[in-house]
Each structure stands twice: as C-alpha cells, then as structure tokens.
C-alpha cells in the first residue's frame, strides 16, 4: 500500500500553529467517519484550520493522499474555485495519465475526470469553502462525490452559504459546528499538560470561565498562564493579563476587520444582544437591513449563527461580546441603555429570565427589582437559582416599600447561614390563613409563603413543603373570594407547583387535583395561549399523567397525555424540564400496555435524571420499571444506585421518596435471586405504606413464607391509599399464596378481583410479577375466561421474578460462625470466643457450607456477601 502524501497549493494553510496543540480525538473521530463531505463550520478563532492540520497529519500516515486548496483571497465564483483546485490536482501527482478531455469542459468537469480516472483515495481539504459565492456550486460537488466515489472533501467555513442545512443536503454530510469546537475542561487540561505548564487549583476551571470556551482564547489564555509566576495574587494577575489578551484579541480580530469598519455602528449595538434575531438588531440598531449585515458578518467569521433556535439568530462567541461591552463603557458608549432596552423587549415577550439577567448586566437595580417584583411568581417555579442569585445582590435601600421581595431576601439570606429552612412563617389555622388572604397583605405573604415552600422542596424536605402548600391553598381560598384581581393571573403557575410539592411528597391525590386547576387556570379563556401558558398547560398535563400512571390508571393517563400533546413544547432550556413527567407517564403506560417497544423509546428520551432534577424518584422509577418488565434487573439496578448515590444529601430516610426507591431495590433483588439481601432490606424498614406492604409480602412468598405474605396482605388499608396499581398487586399476591398452599377456592376469589382490575384499567403489565403458569392455572379455575388474561398470555412478556427465590435462613450459632470468619478468626480462635469446642465449631461450619453451597473459607465469604448475609464490614445482614 502506497504512503500518502500532502499536497498544497499556493498559500496553503501551515500547520506551525498546530504543532504544540495535542491532537483533539474526538473531533478527529467525528472527521474519521469518512462521510463524502465533512463541514467545520464556525466563526474565527475556533481552531478550524489547526483541527485539520493536526487530522491531516493523521491522515497522511494511510494511504490517501490529501490535497488542499488554497483559501479565495476573498468572495470567488465557481469557475476561478475550480481553476486552483485543477491546479493542485495536476500538481499531485495523483494522475499517472491526464485522460482526454474536450476542450469546451469547465474547469469542475476536468478536475471531476481526473480525479475519477485515478485509482488512490484523495481528501480534498477546502479552506473557506462559503467564500464561493455561484449558485451552482454545490450541484458541482456533488455531481464530483457521486463519479468519483474514492474522494471525499472536507472544509471549513464561517457561513450557511453552502451546505447549510445537514438534513436536507445531498449527498448527506457531516457537519461539525461552533459548538463541538469549543474547548471543554477535559480538553483544557488536556493542552495544559500537553505544553507542560503546571497550573494551581482551580485555575484550569477559572480559564474556562473566563474565555468561554473559544479554542483561540483557550490557547491564548494557556499562553499566558505559561508565563504566570509563582507569586502571592497570581489570580489577580492572571484575571488582569487576560483580560489584556482577550482585549486585543477583541481588536485585532473583531473591530479591525474590515467588514467591522464599515458597520462599526451596527456591530457595537448588536454585540449587547446575546442572541441577535433580525428583529432584535432592528430594535436597538433601527436598521431595516439587519438579516442582511446580520449574514455578511457571518461569512466575516463574526458571528456564528445558532443552530438551536426555531428563528434565525447570530451570536458573538461569549467572551468576546463580553469584552466588547466592557470597551464600550471604558469608551463612553453606555452599552447599559441598550442592555435596559432588550431587558425590557425580553419582559414584554414574557421571558422574563432573559429580561432579569439583562437587567443585571445593565447594573439597572431598580429595573431588576421592578422585574422581580412583577414576576415573582415565575421566578420561584421557573428560575429560582436566577431569582436567588439576583435576591442576594440586592441593598436593602432598593427593598422600601416592597415586603414581598424583601421577605425573600431576607429567607434566601437565612438558608445560606442555617443547616435547616426556617420555620414556617404563615399561621396554622385555615381560618387564620383565609383571613390573611382576604387582607391587603395576601399577595405579599403569598410570594413568600411560595418561596419558602420551594425551599424546602429543594432541600428534599417535601413533607414540610406539601404542608406549607398546603397552607397557601388556604390563603388563596380567602384572596379569591375578596380580591381575585390581585392573585388570578399568577395563579396557574402557583397551583402547578403545589402539585408537584405533593407529588413529591408522595400526596398523589391532592397532587391531581392542583395540577388539574393549574391546567383549567393556565387554558381557560386563551384564545392565543402565550408560551408562558403553553408552559404552564403542558408541564401541568405530563405532570397529571404521571400521577395517573403511577396510581394504576393508564386510560386515564392517556387523557392527560393527550392534553399535553395540545400544547407545544417550549424553546430552549426549559423544554426537558417540562417534559418530564409526561415521558415517565408514557413509559410507564406503555409497560402497562405491554408495548415494550414504545417504552423502550420513550425512555431513551427521558434518559436518566441529570443532578438538578425534581422528579428523578419518578424517572428512576419508570428505569426500573421497565428494567423489570424486560427482564434487564442488572440494567435496573446499576440505574437505582447511580440515583440514590448521586442525591444523598437531599434523600431523607423517612420520605415517601426513600420508602419507593426501597421497594424497587427489594424488587429488583429478588428478580435477581437474592433473596436474603431483599429480606434484610426489609427488616430496616417500617411495613406500614401499601407499597412496602405488597413488596414485602411478594419477598415472603417467593422466598417459602406465603403465610406470611397473606397476612401481610390482609394489613393493607385501601380507604386511605386507593392505588389501583398497588391493590392489583396484592390480589395477585394473594391468590398466588393461596394456591400455593392449595386454596384454590380463595386463589380464584382473589383473582377473580384481580381480573376485574385488569378489565377496567388495562394494566395488563402487572400481571408479569407471578408466574405465568399462576396465571394460566388460575385462568382455566376462573368461572369465566377473560379476554385482557387471553392477550397478556399471547404477548408472551417475561416475568418479572423467578417463580421461587432461594434463601438461606442460618441458626444464630451459624450466624456466629459466619461473622467470626469473615473477621478472620481461625477455629481455635472462634471455638475460644464462643466457649465451645472446635469440634462444635467445625460442625456448624460445615453445616453452614452446606446450607449456602461453600466449599472453602474464602468462597464461603463471597456467596455470604453476595447473598446479604454479611455486608463488607462483616457484619450479618
């Protein structure tokens, strides 16, 4: 196989600037995927040539030969684009024999035919690929790609002008963006170690704060650290000489670029915007012309156009639109005017995060206060880390006057100087509470009741949270009924909230009815729902779903689904936030409807719960859910432990929350065979909460004891937790028992019962936590044969758990003996401590080997261990 070789035409880019950047391997891996055309696209100073030099020096050691075409001098046509790239292909060496050709072909005909007569794979590199501006271009291409199938091309640009939209674009190409350019920490430490400089704590996370990311920055602010001494301030100085490097980065970069001169003006007043629309730059700039400027600084390598935006929109990278602002106002330019304005147009547009955190840059405190004060409701359901940052920051001079913000302040303050949120501040008595409400004080104690009750929420303490929802019902009650202009429009959010402190707590039912207002509230009387109330409906309607479907009643959370479904999902950030507790619905649904396959893609879109998310109990269990009715408990189990470890600090014992993520460990256990693990899970909990009830009489009676899982059945109280779910699984314990025991006629009474469940709610996937051949015995006992059994039984679903779990039940001297071995005592010494003899000792060692199938010490120990008799301390399970 012949070498490859490097072939550039004049002006060719060097790759000096790639020589002390270590290779990036996942950008290379994204352009190792060979697809016939790759686009980098992105603005300057994201590293677009140095990535391809370093990848093409990896490419030269195969066997293609890589050809690069000089970067146009500036906007070219096809034909002059065609005529240097003609020229490097003739130059190469890569055509043994020029064939033939009529002298009327175009250049991109000849260059098509000479590369499709040679025989050796070719990567054209094209730097700046937009600056060819020919409306045929991109048929050229492609009309080379399909005859000439050993060539593939990769290029940069800064623009759309070619190749812009990867989906609709033939042949298909991959594009890498701005975004997968940008340095991440890993890739900053990778540099650092890479140029041997030696950072100190925290510095390599400061740098990326500081520089946003931006590969040219990145290495610049690498560049400086390099030369940072050892001295006392030396994060002073660092911060001072990046800022000196980042501003001339921003000078000699940006304003000095001659598509900059000429509409300086425009520049300045769009680099306020973080993201620029057309209607924004017409906004603060007044120009009618703005996609036009908007799209020539794009194709400048100025701004880099958003991908993830629903509208065209631009964006300066981050930490150069951030020195711009700090140049403007070191030059008299009050970039906090325009900063007021796009607060204000934010405000009016009902994005009211977007709107605070303008008003912050602008340093307009009264304006912050006045947006706090006026979406304060919002603020607390939608950004309370916003809300919070903001709250702090705030004097108490601009508070007068205001007791609702000043309160939460005040509270904010408090939680960060105390382990504990502070007591209640709303009265107890719900006579009290409506008299409050009716008074002028209501909306006031009202945004600070709000406030504190998420607080608690966050804190994991969702019982004290529901209980202070509970309260500001209360209080509403009376608002409404003296002064309802002053709460109605904020309450929609409100009772959305409150329904998902209860579904937190573990208060499904009075969950159901607020998320059931906040739904009536958020739709009724809209004839053009805004976003906000698309937000408000839909997250509300997911939420409703939820509750349903973990109660039991998937006809019914298939309604609320279908509300959900009215409404679009909301742009940006908040679109996974609000989605979530319809996707946990409709996986669970799907389980319940045996439609394994829609369960298995609505749950890669829930994915697991990321660190910041509520609901993760409820993502968690629609995880193990479907890891239990798939037959994949390991898969399950690795998820409910990676959840439970990440939220240590915000899972309290007691909660409803805790006792749920028990059961689903107990399950999972026992679809694993580890019987004796389950029971000594169990023995640490209180089997008082009808889910704990029925998990617990399943262990007894997979594990021998379906006496005991009988009468843990009977214990159950269904006036007080009417779970359709959890009352089906008790029926099914109990005829299993039953039969186990030869009661048939008490098995088919209780499945009898059973049947009729599963006939009214559908939830046919519940059926798969016994047996089949318990239901199909049960089945052909019944008096009448079921149609939902008969499509249960021709889906073929595994069951869930094995028709008996083995466990190992030890006397107390076996239990002794076990212990004492896995302290590493000898017999002599095990026979000393328990004053018996070591022929007493030897005995009940060999009887223990026997009950748990050891034969020797060490394997006695790791089938102890495995089986929960022993945790890693060595103490018995």
């Not at 314990?733 to 039953?738: G, K, L, R, S, Y």
Request: charged fraction near 25%; include cysteine; hydrophobic fraction near 45%.
């Amino acid at each position: 196989m012949s070498r490859g070789r490097d072939v550039r035409g004049p002006g060719g880019a060097s790759r000096r600037a790639a020589a002390w950047i270590p290779p990036r391997a996942r950008l290379h891996a994204r352009l190792d995927r060979n697809a016939p055309i790759t686009v980098i696209r992105a603005p300057r100073g994201f590293g677009k040539t140095d990535l391809l030099a370093s990848w093409s020096d990896s490419v030269r050691a195969g066997s293609r030969t890589v050809l690069w075409i000089p970067e146009p001098d500036g906007v070219v046509d096809s034909d002059t684009f065609w005529r240097s790239a003609l020229d490097v292909v003739r130059r190469s060496g890569v055509i043994v024999e020029e064939p033939v050709t009529d002298s009327g072909h175009s250049a991109a005909d000849t260059v098509r035919e000479l590369l499709a007569a040679g025989r050796a794979p070719v990567l054209l590199v094209v730097p700046r690929i937009d600056l060819v501006d020919d409306a045929q271009f991109e048929d050229e291409i492609a009309h080379l790609l399909d005859r000439c199938h050993h060539t593939t091309i990769v290029a940069t640009a800064c623009a759309r002008t070619l190749f812009g939209d990867p989906i609709l674009t033939e042949p298909a190409h991959e594009l890498v963006s701005s975004h997968d350019l940008q340095y991440t920490l890993d890739d900053i430490a990778e540099l650092v170690d890479h140029a041997e400089i030696t950072l100190e704590p925290g510095e390599v996370e400061y740098i990326h704060e500081r520089v946003g990311a931006l590969p040219a920055l990145v290495q610049v602010a690498v560049a400086v650290a390099k030369g940072l001494p050892a001295v006392p301030g030396r994060r002073a100085l660092l911060a001072h000489r990046l800022d000196t490097a980042i501003d001339r980065y921003v000078h000699d970069t940006v304003l000095e670029d001659p598509a900059v001169d000429r509409d300086r003006d425009f520049v300045t007043a769009v680099a306020a915007a973080r993201i620029v629309t057309a209607e924004i730059a017409t906004l603060i700039t007044g120009a009618d012309d703005a996609v036009h400027r908007l799209e020539r600084l794009e194709r400048a390598g100025i701004v880099a156009y958003c991908e993830t935006t629903v509208d065209d929109a631009w964006e300066f990278a981050p930490p150069v639109r951030e020195r711009m602002l700090v140049l403007q106002e070191r030059d008299g330019l009050e970039p906090g005017r325009r900063l007021t304005i796009l607060a204000r147009h934010a405000d009016a547009a009902g994005d009211i995060a977007t709107a605070v955190s303008y008003a912050l840059e602008a340093r307009n405190r009264v304006l912050v206060v006045e947006l706090v004060e006026k979406n304060w409701i919002r603020l607390v359901g939608s950004h309370f880390g916003l809300l919070r940052s903001t709250l702090r920051n705030l004097p108490d001079d601009l508070l007068e006057g205001r007791p609702a913000v000043k309160a939460g302040r005040d509270l904010f303050l408090m939680l960060g100087t105390q382990p504990t949120v502070p007591a209640d501040t709303l009265p107890t008595d719900p006579a009290a509470l409506e008299a409050l409400g009716a008074s002028e004080g209501a909306r006031d104690a009202l945004a600070v009741g709000c406030v504190q009750s998420l607080m608690l929420r966050l804190a994991g303490e969702h019982a004290r949270a529901a209980q202070t929802a509970r309260q500001l019902s209360h209080l509403v009650r009376g608002a409404l009924a003296a002064r309802p202009d002053d709460i109605g429009p904020g309450l929609p959010i409100m009772r959305l909230q409150w329904g998902i402190t209860f579904q937190l707590a573990g208060a499904i039912t009075e969950s159901s009815v607020e998320l059931s207002l906040a739904y009536r509230g958020a739709t009724s009387g809209a004839a053009a729902p805004t976003e906000g109330v698309n937000l408000v409906a839909r997250n509300a309607a997911g939420n409703s779903a939820l509750n349903w479907a973990i109660i039991g009643e998937p006809r019914r959370a298939e309604e609320w689904i279908e509300c959900e479904d009215a409404h679009p999902d909301p742009n940006g950030w908040l679109e996974p936030m609000v989605k979530v507790g319809g996707l946990a619905a409709r996986v669970i649904v799907a389980l319940d409807r045996l439609d394994f396959a829609a369960a298995g893609r609505w749950l890669d879109e829930l994915g697991e719960a990321p660190e910041r998310e509520e609901l993760w109990p409820y993502v968690t269990y629609a995880h193990t859910r479907h890891a239990l009715a798939t037959g994949q408990a390991y898969t399950g189990m690795a998820v409910l432990q990676r959840a439970v470890a990440s939220r240590s600090a915000v899972l309290r014992p007691a909660s409803v929350a805790a006792q749920v993520l028990t059961t689903l460990d107990v399950n999972l256990r026992l679809a694993l065979g580890e019987g004796n693990r389950a029971h000594t899970i169990l023995a640490a909990q209180p089997i008082e909460y009808p889910l704990t009830v029925v998990t617990a009489a399943r262990t007894h009676m997979l594990t021998g004891t379906p006496r005991t899982a009988l009468a843990l059945c009977r214990t159950c109280d269904w006036y007080s937790y009417p779970f359709t779910r959890t009352q089906l699984e008790v029926l099914l314990v109990e005829a299993a028992a039953h039969l186990t025991l030869g009661e048939k006629p008490a098995a088919v009474q209780a499945w009898t019962q059973a049947v009729a469940i599963v006939e009214r709610t559908g939830l046919l996937g519940t059926l798969a936590t016994v047996p089949r051949s318990v239901v199909v015995e049960l089945d052909d006992a019944a008096p009448n044969r079921s149609a939902a059994i008969a499509t249960f039984l021709a889906a073929d679903a595994p069951e869930m758990y094995p028709a008996t779990v083995h466990r190992v039940v030890l006397t107390e001297r076996e239990r002794a003996v076990l212990a004492a071995l896995a302290q590493g005592l000898s017999t002599g010494e095990i026979a000393r401590e328990q004053f018996v003899s070591t022929n007493t000792v030897k005995s009940q060692q060999r009887s223990l080997y026997r009950k748990i199938g050891a034969h020797s010490r060490d394997e006695a120990l790791e089938i102890a261990y495995r089986a929960g008799l022993i945790d890693q301390g060595g103490q018995n399970g």
